[in-house]
Nanobody
Framework: QVQLVESGGGLVQAGGSLRLSCAASGRSFSTYAMGWFRQAPGKEREFVAAISWHTISTYYADSVKGRFTISRDNAKNTVYLQMNSLKPEDTAVYYC????????????????WGQGTQVTVSS
């Protein structure tokens, strides 16, 4: 079992930065790949980024490549999403998820989910 709690969301102007954190509880955190997804009002949930359990591999949606960076600290049971050069279209509820890399990246799903944190980017 893995419990996930996101934090770090907020209101930021276009061009600004935010860093999201996802704190996990459960002794098996380091064995899971971790991912970030987002869902804007009236839209389907979309994959944003993922990182393998050993941190060697990272994956990004084309829409965030070069602007967002995913990282994790297994000693702190935490995964991060550094978001730079934010755009109004990045506005969404951001969720972290835990599963295998294949499920997160290919199937766009996760075994465990957090409750989400709101990110709003004003123009």
């Amino acid at each position: 079992q893995v419990q996930l709690v996101e934090s770090g969301g907020g209101l930021v102007q276009a061009g600004g930065s935010l860093r999201l954190s996802c704190a996990a509880s459960g002794r098996s955190f380091s064995t899971y790949a971790m991912g970030w997804f987002r869902q804007a009002p009236g839209k389907e949930r979309e994959f944003v980024a993922a990182i393998s359990w050993h941190t060697i591999s990272t994956y990004y949606a084309d829409s965030v490549k070069g602007r967002f960076t995913i990282s994790r600290d297994n000693a702190k049971n935490t995964v991060y999403l550094q978001m730079n050069s934010l755009k109004p279209e990045d506005t969404a509820v951001y969720y972290c998820a835990a599963d295998t890399s294949t499920n997160l990246v290919v199937r766009k799903t996760g075994e465990y989910w957090g409750q989400g944190t709101q990110v709003t980017v004003s123009s």
